[in-house]
């Protein structure tokens, strides 16, 4: 596994920070001032990064209304047909730069998912520092190729992938000699149920295929996500919009600022809370240890008079000999008188 990879100034690493990433996808409902807000929203919710789609209708398919080209899966895009969509929802190529400009200026990354030859071409000339694969470009070879032999880092979603879709994308990264992969964990259903999200094959990735790993979101709320970061995953990809009752393409499942906050506020406080593997005491509960049980006197007790049952107990504080020691000062005698209430001692004893 790639023990370190670098998304310009943010290293993303096995003991890095999660990286979350705000997807700004087409909640901006093509008005250029929509989306700076959301990139300002993004910032102060405490997105690392901004995320963009790079396509056009006639790069990702083509105009046919034959049956093939509709949408009509049980989606939320029922009743259009692909490139009704793609028109509607594609971000415009001469924002993007500025985009990336703004996203900079404000202290994030900024990167986006290519869809042909040209739009790698495009955002080369931008100089963004990863690309994403979306995950039913997985098995588009040559592009992955293409995006490999930049030597940058390359993101692939998993969310129709076969095993053997992910090991032959794998392979031509690392044929291409490029090592610097995040695979994310994804279900690509707009919004995902919870029950089909399977959290628990986020370490079977990241061990069968030796790639730092992640999660693409679809579900609503911010649960998942913060629960992904006690499986391992060191990025974390959500929709951002201002108002799901803005519409657009994607609005309905996408996060509102707020709840983007409080999803990033989560995933800081779920790494906190996870710690250290290594089992040990923290400061606070070296203090309290003292408050455990130990030998105390419970009734008063005369100079040469037996211990029994009856004037020793183990009780709270932790002031006296080891409770283990129960047993050995049974029928010992008090070396001076004994005060209920004083933390037995081996020096108090015959």
């Known amino acids: ?29 093509q008005d250029y001032s929509r989306a700076l807000e959301i990139l300002h929203a993004a910032k102060e919710a405490g997105a690392d990064a901004v995320k963009l789609q790079t396509y056009t209708a006639d790069t990702i398919t083509i105009d046919c209304d034959d049956p093939c080209f509709q949408i009509n899966e049980g989606t939320i895009w029922d009743g259009t047909t692909l490139y009704k969509l793609y028109r509607q929802a594609y ?80 392979s031509i990264c690392r044929e ?22 399977n959290l628990n094959v986020i370490p079977t990735l990241a061990a069968t295929y030796g790639c730092l790993v992640g999660i693409s979101d679809h579900t609503m709320g911010s649960i998942i996500s913060a629960a992904s970061v006690a499986l391992g995953v060191k990025m974390v990809e959500k929709h951002l919009t201002l108002r799901r009752s803005d519409g657009g393409p994607d609005g309905a499942f996408s996060m509102e600022p707020e709840e983007f906050a409080r999803m990033v506020a989560d995933i800081r406080i779920m790494e906190k809370a996870l710690g250290s593997s290594c089992y040990r005491l923290t400061d606070t509960q070296k203090l309290e240890h003292g408050g455990s049980r130990s030998l105390f006197v419970v009734k008063d007790i005369a100079a040469g008079e037996k211990l029994t049952p009856e004037n020793i107990r183990s009780i709270r504080p932790g002031n006296g000999l080891h409770t283990m020691y129960y047993e050995q000062v049974l029928g010992r005698c008090a070396k001076i008188p004994l005060k209920k209430g004083t933390p037995l001692q081996w020096e108090l004893i015959d």
């Open 1 to 29: 596994m790639k023990d370190e990879i670098r998304i310009g100034s943010r290293v993303i690493s096995s003991e890095s920070p999660v990286f979350v990433v705000a997807e700004l996808s087409a909640n901006h409902n």
């Open 91 to 170: 971000t415009p190529w001469e924002w993007q730069p500025k985009l990336k400009e703004e996203a900079n200026r404000l202290g994030m990354e900024c990167f986006s998912s290519p869809f042909d030859f040209t739009s790698v071409d495009f955002l080369e000339s931008m100089d963004v520092p990863a690309y994403k694969i979306a995950s039913y470009e997985i098995n588009d070879i040559p592009l992955i190729r293409k995006i490999a032999r930049l030597h940058k880092p390359v993101i692939f979603a998993t969310g129709i992938a076969y095993p053997e879709d992910i090991k032959r994308a794998l």
């Open 176 to 197: 291409e000699g490029n090592e610097d992969i995040i695979l994310l964990k994804c279900v690509s259903s707009y919004p995902t149920p919870y029950e089909d999200v």
